[in-house]
């Protein structure tokens, strides 16, 4: 099983799908990973629950895929980041599919494609929220922070999952912080999160796939391969990896 595994995409789903074809043109995909910051915004009013200032809510092209119009060339998997629409992820809490080929993982979880087994936890980290429930939809903006934050039940789900071939993560596990080298900004004094490693190590997954911080950086911890995918649309080679499952 071929399978390709993206950053963030924040919106350019046209672009994506173009990357998506090139890749598949050359040798076929049988799916696509991506690892949150997605923005699969229908309308404006999906734009007022992401969690950024104003002048970031530029509403992308999934609607075209939302509505039809155009269409994802090859099945599609993917989490939630902190720059999200939570307003509409959160009405498929559990996963869904949002479009034809396109599916949301949910908030934490696992499923199985194609007998690969695939797990994942949307959101980032915050200690102050995080043994705190999210917030149900329809939530005021006001709670759209909040939103962003996965929590302890969702490391629990994703613990329950037993044992995953790919993990999906949008915050880095700080495992990752042995990975650092002259590449790495120098503000960053320590990365990731301690409940994400405990999930790496608990699942023992063959890949770990993660985005958020715009960077590409790779680490193997026993048999796991860790990789950290940059920004597909300003960095898009390092925004992207294919592997064989």
Same mark, same amino acid.
């Given at each position: 099983?071929?399978?390709?595994?993206?950053? !963030?995409? &924040?919106?350019?789903?046209?672009?994506?799908?173009?990357?998506?074809?090139?890749?598949?043109?050359?040798?076929?995909?049988?799916?696509?990973?991506?690892?949150? !910051?997605?923005?699969? @915004?229908?309308?404006?009013?999906?734009?007022? +629950?992401?969690? =950024?200032?104003? #002048?970031?809510?530029?509403?992308? !092209?999934?609607?075209? @895929?939302?509505?039809?119009?155009?269409?994802?060339?090859?099945? *599609?998997?993917?989490?939630?980041?902190?720059?999200? $629409?939570?307003?509409? *992820?959160?009405? &498929?809490?559990?996963?869904?599919?949002?479009?034809?080929?396109?599916? @949301?993982?949910?908030?934490?979880?696992?499923? $199985?494609?194609? !007998?690969?087994?695939?797990?994942?936890?949307?959101?980032?980290?915050?200690? #102050?929220?995080?043994?705190?429930?999210?917030?149900?939809?329809? +939530?005021?903006?006001?709670?759209? #922070?909040?939103?962003?934050?996965?929590?302890?039940?969702?490391?629990?789900?994703?613990?329950? =999952?037993?044992?995953?071939?790919?993990?999906?993560?949008?915050?880095?596990?700080?495992?990752?912080?042995?990975?650092?080298?002259?590449?790495?900004?120098?503000?960053?004094?320590?990365?990731? =999160?301690?409940?994400?490693?405990?999930?790496?190590?608990?699942?023992?997954?063959?890949?770990?796939? =993660?985005?958020?911080? &715009?960077?590409?950086?790779?680490?193997?911890?026993?048999? $796991?391969?860790?990789?950290?995918?940059?920004?597909?649309?300003?960095?898009?080679?390092?925004?992207? $990896?294919?592997?064989?499952?």
């Amino acid at each position: 099983m071929r399978i390709a595994a993206y950053g !963030d995409i &924040h919106g350019h789903w046209l672009d994506f799908r173009e990357s998506v074809l090139g890749l598949h043109a050359r040798q076929p995909l049988n799916l696509v990973l991506q690892c949150g !910051d997605a923005q699969p @915004f229908r309308d404006d009013a999906d734009l007022e +629950y992401m969690h =950024c200032p104003s #002048k970031y809510r530029e509403p992308g !092209d999934f609607w075209a @895929f939302h509505e039809g119009i155009e269409e994802f060339p090859v099945p *599609l998997l993917f989490i939630g980041g902190n720059h999200e $629409t939570w307003g509409f *992820l959160d009405q &498929h809490r559990d996963g869904g599919q949002l479009a034809d080929n396109i599916r @949301f993982l949910g908030r934490a979880g696992c499923m $199985t494609m194609n !007998d690969v087994r695939i797990a994942g936890v949307s959101g980032v980290f915050s200690p #102050k929220h995080f043994d705190q429930p999210h917030p149900r939809p329809p +939530y005021a903006t006001s709670q759209r #922070k909040q939103a962003t934050y996965y929590n302890q039940d969702d490391i629990d789900r994703s613990l329950a =999952c037993g044992r995953a071939d790919i993990l999906l993560l949008h915050n880095w596990p700080d495992l990752m912080n042995a990975a650092r080298d002259a590449s790495w900004p120098s503000h960053w004094t320590r990365v990731g =999160c301690e409940y994400l490693s405990l999930v790496v190590e608990s699942l023992r997954p063959r890949w770990v796939f =993660c985005g958020h911080m &715009h960077h590409r950086a790779q680490f193997r911890v026993g048999s $796991t391969e860790i990789i950290c995918l940059s920004d597909f649309h300003r960095d898009p080679m390092n925004a992207v $990896t294919v592997i064989e499952a």
